[in-house]
């Protein structure tokens, strides 16, 4: 250590909290999420290679069963009544698989290695920054990740000719809404988790929900008990989201999925700053 | 102490983890400016106290004030003007050593020019030039602790706390930074400093308190404390080992006060000399005898009956 260290530019104090987040218990939140997740940024700037590794996963199965297995089924029945393509009937359900894997995987793995190992949100809390603004950086990240992963799904699909409606415009940001809704539960659930061994727990969630929810064949081959059990799971209500908007199907009752979503995306947030209240700031 | 102007008050501090009081009623006052220290063995309740003022856990009864905020209400306006050092050092070790101190900066709100200047000068203070684009990782330990200290620097703290900021360093290096601090304590910048080395406790701090089992036992300058608990100077007489215990009775004759450890005796006197000629006479024969100074160890003997450093 050699030279003095001047004093200067005195940072600015954290903005004063808004109407809105005065309800909130103080010392939460900061409003100064963007620092951390500019950090994201910073560290994943040299690993932009193991990011793009997860966005051929869903690429891959559309190859194999939308395009090879298509082949052998044909045209099924669409969602407004329709016969399409099965390359077309799969591709919105791998797209919003795509949209959650991207997330699920940050928000477990990566979380997990930063709060447990790497004490990163230990060092964190010691800012100005709070729990909030841990928990809005590190969920904004994971569905950034998973909204990259769906953004170039999206492009793969346009490019098959597999949109055939204008409202397949929205499936971007619907896939976006989707990311937020599993980053956030996918958070939520990470805090939970003592050791690595308990992601094999998440990989028994993941994987059955992907076969399962109505990615590869429609919900009423279900009979009636199993088919309101598949109705509860997320990726059933991203499945139908997407599918609907992909083809053109478009009705009220998709606000119904949107609304799953955002109630998930509160659910997760508010959990996973509570948690990393209690698990750091003890 | 002056409770009006003081930086951190506390009175009646308590941290509680489930039933066990790690804390249990601290009452300090710390000065703008001043250096202050928690002087303590494992488990005394330092980290748990400077955790507390740092607002990184939050109360668990008495009164808090830092910096004339609550802590549980203005968390994140206190630790804008905080720095922190913590007893483990938790680098980004996804980050090279410059990422550390500009993203770092960040978090507090200052500019990305302002950031990138400032890594600049704090990886001159840390000696980490060289190592600029280097992973935190392979960094020595000692590197490590200084990218550590420089980083609570980034923000320009009014208020620098450091949970044992030397453990783990040679001794050169514990000079160098002590001298680092000492020259940030003459910017102004008031020290806060947990140590169970007394050597840094009487280099670093205007102030300290003894803590012992989540309690303060004793408060004053190093000197008050050695005036105070202990007298000016002591002879240690080494006996072999186990045989100590035999002469207890003896000594005892000769001084103020006398302390038994496992390979010799501690006689507190204000003339050593003396007091070994004394116990020469007295027929007395050590394996050695050696006068010294007294020392807060020996304050911390007083006080708690136990060796700081075991
Ligand atoms: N998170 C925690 N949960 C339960 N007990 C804790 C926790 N943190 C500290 N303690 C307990 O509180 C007591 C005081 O711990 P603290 O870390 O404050 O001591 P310290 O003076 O810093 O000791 P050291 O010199 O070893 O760092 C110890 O008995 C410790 O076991
Ligand atoms: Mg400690």
Same mark, same amino acid.
């Given at each position: 250590?050699?030279?003095?260290?001047?004093?200067?530019?005195?940072?600015?104090?954290?903005?004063?909290?808004?109407?809105?987040?005065?309800?909130?218990?103080?010392?939460?939140?900061?409003?100064?999420?963007?620092?951390?997740?500019?950090?994201?940024?910073?560290?994943?700037?040299?690993?932009?290679?193991?990011?793009?590794?997860?966005?051929?996963?869903?690429?891959?199965?559309?190859?194999?069963?939308?395009?090879?297995?298509?082949?052998?089924?044909?045209?099924?029945?669409?969602?407004?009544?329709?016969?399409?393509?099965?390359? /077309?009937?799969? /591709?919105?359900?791998?797209?919003?698989?795509?949209?959650?894997?991207?997330?699920?995987?940050?928000?477990? +793995?990566?979380? +997990?290695?930063?709060? !447990? @190992?790497?004490?990163?949100?230990?060092?964190?809390?010691?800012?100005?920054?709070?729990?909030?603004?841990?928990?809005?950086?590190?969920?904004?990240?994971?569905?950034?990740?998973?909204?990259?992963?769906?953004?170039?799904?999206?492009?793969?699909?346009?490019?098959?000719?597999?949109?055939?409606?204008?409202?397949?415009?929205?499936?971007?940001?619907?896939?976006?809404?989707?990311?937020?809704?599993?980053?956030?539960?996918?958070?939520?659930?990470?805090? +939970?988790?003592?050791?690595?061994?308990?992601? #094999?727990?998440?990989?028994?969630?993941?994987?059955?929900?992907?076969?399962?929810?109505?990615?590869?064949?429609?919900?009423?081959?279900?009979?009636?008990?199993?088919?309101?059990?598949? $109705?509860?799971?997320?990726?059933? @209500?991203?499945?139908?989201?997407?599918?609907?908007?992909?083809?053109?199907?478009?009705?009220?009752?998709?606000?119904?999925?949107?609304?799953?979503?955002?109630?998930?995306?509160?659910?997760?947030?508010?959990?996973?700053?509570?948690?990393?209240?209690?698990?750091?700031?003890? | 102490?002056?409770?009006?102007?003081?930086?951190?008050?506390?009175?009646?501090?308590?941290?509680?983890?489930?039933?066990?009081?790690?804390?249990?009623?601290?009452?300090?006052?710390?000065?703008?400016? %001043?250096?202050?220290? +928690?002087?303590?063995?494992?488990?005394?309740?330092?980290?748990?106290?400077?955790?507390?003022?740092?607002?990184?856990?939050?109360?668990?009864?008495? $009164?808090?004030?830092?910096?004339?905020?609550?802590?549980?209400?203005?968390?994140?306006?206190?630790?804008?003007?905080?720095?922190?050092?913590?007893?483990?050092?938790?680098?980004?070790?996804?980050?090279?050593?410059? %990422?550390?101190?500009?993203?770092?900066?960040?978090?507090?709100?200052?500019?990305?020019?302002?950031?990138?200047?400032?890594?600049?000068?704090?990886?001159?203070?840390?000696?980490?030039?060289?190592?600029?684009?280097?992973?935190?990782?392979?960094?020595?330990?000692?590197?490590?602790? !200084?990218?550590?200290?420089?980083?609570?620097?980034?923000?320009?703290?009014?208020?620098?706390?450091?949970?044992?900021?030397?453990?783990?360093?040679?001794?050169?290096?514990?000079?160098?930074?002590? #001298?680092?601090?000492?020259?940030?304590?003459?910017?102004?910048?008031?020290?806060?400093?947990?140590?169970?080395?007394?050597?840094?406790?009487?280099?670093?701090?205007?102030?300290?308190?003894?803590?012992?089992?989540?309690?303060?036992?004793?408060?004053?300058?190093?000197?008050?404390?050695?005036?105070?608990?202990?007298?000016?100077?002591?002879?240690?007489?080494?006996?072999?080992?186990?045989?100590?215990?035999?002469?207890? %009775?003896?000594?005892?004759?000769?001084?103020?006060?006398?302390?038994?450890?496992?390979?010799?005796?501690?006689?507190?006197?204000?003339?050593?000399?003396?007091?070994?000629?004394?116990? @020469?006479?007295?027929?007395?024969?050590?394996?050695?005898?050696?006068?010294?100074?007294?020392?807060?160890?020996?304050?911390?003997?007083?006080?708690?009956?136990?060796?700081?450093?075991?």
């Amino acid at each position: 250590m050699t030279t003095d260290v001047p004093t200067r530019e005195v940072p600015p104090p954290p903005p004063s909290r808004g109407t809105v987040l005065r309800i909130l218990p103080p010392g939460l939140y900061a409003g100064r999420a963007s620092a951390l997740l500019e950090r994201a940024f910073v560290a994943n700037r040299r690993a932009w290679l193991a990011l793009l590794s997860g966005f051929f996963e869903p690429l891959f199965y559309l190859l194999s069963l939308g395009v090879g297995f298509g082949a052998l089924v044909g045209q099924v029945v669409g969602p407004g009544g329709e016969p399409i393509d099965y390359a /077309a009937f799969i /591709a919105p359900g791998l797209l919003a698989a795509s949209a959650m894997n991207g997330a699920v995987y940050d928000a477990t +793995f990566n979380i +997990f290695f930063k709060l !447990r @190992h790497a004490k990163l949100y230990d060092a964190v809390l010691a800012t100005p920054l709070g729990p909030l603004d841990v928990a809005i950086a590190e969920i904004s990240w994971a569905l950034l990740r998973g909204g990259a992963y769906a953004t170039g799904f999206l492009a793969v699909m346009f490019g098959m000719g597999l949109l055939t409606s204008p409202w397949a415009l929205l499936a971007l940001p619907a896939a976006l809404l989707v990311s937020l809704a599993f980053a956030a539960v996918g958070m939520a659930c990470t805090t +939970f988790i003592r050791s690595t061994q308990d992601f #094999d727990f998440v990989q028994l969630a993941i994987l059955p929900m992907f076969l399962f929810s109505t990615t590869f064949y429609p919900i009423d081959v279900y009979p009636g008990g199993l088919r309101v059990l598949i $109705e509860c799971l997320p990726l059933y @209500h991203g499945v139908e989201l997407m599918r609907a908007l992909s083809t053109g199907a478009v009705h009220w009752g998709l606000l119904g999925h949107v609304a799953y979503f955002l109630v998930m995306a509160a659910v997760g947030l508010w959990v996973a700053t509570r948690r990393l209240g209690t698990l750091l700031l003890r | 102490m002056a409770t009006a102007g003081s930086l951190i008050h506390a009175r009646g501090l308590v941290k509680r983890f489930g039933s066990f009081e790690a804390v249990r009623g601290v009452d300090v006052d710390i000065a703008p400016g %001043e250096s202050f220290g +928690f002087l303590g063995p494992n488990g005394a309740g330092k980290s748990s106290t400077m955790r507390m003022v740092s607002c990184l856990s939050p109360r668990s009864g008495g $009164e808090l004030r830092v910096l004339g905020m609550d802590p549980d209400t203005d968390g994140p306006r206190i630790r804008a003007r905080l720095g922190v050092v913590p007893q483990q050092d938790n680098l980004d070790v996804e980050l090279t050593v410059r %990422e550390n101190l500009q993203v770092y900066g960040r978090y507090f709100g200052l500019s990305r020019a302002a950031v990138r200047e400032r890594a600049g000068e704090l990886m001159e203070f840390a000696q980490l030039t060289d190592r600029a684009d280097a992973k935190v990782e392979p960094l020595s330990g000692g590197m490590k602790r !200084r990218l550590t200290i420089a980083r609570a620097l980034v923000n320009d703290p009014e208020v620098l706390l450091l949970d044992e900021p030397t453990t783990g360093l040679d001794p050169q290096a514990r000079h160098v930074l002590w #001298d680092r601090l000492f020259r940030l304590k003459q910017q102004g910048v008031t020290l806060i400093v947990t140590t169970h080395y007394m050597d840094e406790a009487e280099q670093l701090c205007d102030r300290l308190v003894v803590m012992d089992g989540g309690r303060i036992a004793a408060e004053g300058s190093p000197s008050e404390l050695i005036r105070r608990y202990s007298t000016r100077e002591v002879l240690e007489l080494r006996f072999p080992f186990g045989r100590v215990a035999d002469h207890t %009775e003896v000594a005892a004759r000769l001084a103020e006060r006398v302390e038994v450890l496992p390979d010799r005796l501690l006689l507190y006197t204000d003339n050593g000399d003396a007091a070994l000629a004394a116990a @020469h006479e007295a027929g007395l024969r050590p394996v050695s005898g050696l006068v010294r100074r007294s020392t807060l160890e020996d304050v911390f003997l007083r006080l708690t009956g136990r060796s700081l450093v075991d």
